[in-house]
């Protein structure tokens, strides 16, 4: 009954009552509503709370399935950049090792040129203490020959004595053989040795030539020099004689004038 007239007063369906119950169902219909509203009220909020759980779950859900998404990413992009830090060291490995290699190639060959300039230097060194050898050689050869010569001066003079051949003395006030000319490249030895000049070896000539008018047992004071790497004997009249006691020219102005045949 009371919901009937409630309803009436709400919808303005019923009839109007008395100023009484008019009020009382007033109050009880506004006490009603408000329950009403309030209980709008609660089902709006557990709707918007039930709306907002959902939301947060498909957020929640969003969000992982984002953060998965981002960890696949990190995840190749960490494995493309292992990737390359592998082939960029493989590469400086490998040019590190080309580079050693190439150092070691320099270094052996630097090697082997050292080892041959010790080789050439070596064999310069033989080279040159042959050349030294031979001309120490050659040096005592040549003493040898000088002190032979000298030997047999002394010989012939000896022998000039037992068979008492005078010997001509160089004349006193004579000049000694002057030294070459300044500049002249010849060099000249001169070494007194006496040595005897028979007739018989004076008469042999040089080049067809006529030998010296000598006495019989005139005999000829001379000096051993040396020019242009060959001895001669030179008497103190400036007379050029070679070792087989023959006349081949004169002593000027420090060198050996060669008469012509």
Do not use: F
Not at 71 to 83: D, F, P, Q, R, W
Not at 168 to 178: I, L, V, Y
């Amino acid at each position: 009954m009371e919901r009937a007239v409630l309803d009436g007063v709400i919808q303005g369906s019923a009839s109007p009552d008395p100023p009484a119950v008019d009020a009382k169902a007033s109050a009880k219909a506004a006490k009603l509503s408000e329950k009403e509203a309030l209980k709008a009220a609660k089902l709006s909020e557990k709707e918007a709370l039930k709306v907002a759980k959902r939301d947060a779950a498909d957020a929640a859900k969003v969000a992982k399935r984002e953060a998965a998404d981002a960890a696949k990413v990190a995840k190749a992009e960490a494995k493309t950049l292992a990737k390359e830090a592998a082939k960029v060291a493989k590469m400086e490995a490998a040019l590190a090792a080309k580079v050693a290699k190439a150092e070691a190639k320099e270094a052996l060959k630097a090697e082997k040129e050292a080892l041959k300039a010790a080789a050439l230097a070596e064999k310069k060194l033989a080279k040159e203490a042959d050349k030294e050898a031979k001309r120490d050689a050659k040096e005592a050869a040549k003493l040898a020959k000088k002190e032979e010569k000298r030997l047999a001066a002394i010989a012939a003079r000896a022998e000039a004595k037992a068979s008492k051949v005078p010997r001509a003395k160089k004349a006193q006030g004579t000049e000694s053989p002057k030294a070459p000319a300044e500049g002249k490249k010849t060099k000249t030895v001169v070494e007194p040795v006496e040595v005897v000049l028979n007739r018989e070896d004076l008469d042999q000539g040089v080049r067809g030539a006529e030998p010296p008018a000598l006495e019989e047992e005139e005999c000829i004071e001379v000096e051993e020099i040396e020019w242009k790497g060959r001895s001669y004997l030179l008497s103190a009249d400036n007379t050029v004689y070679d070792d087989g006691h023959n006349e081949v020219g004169k002593w000027s102005n420090g060198q050996v004038i060669l008469q012509e045949a």
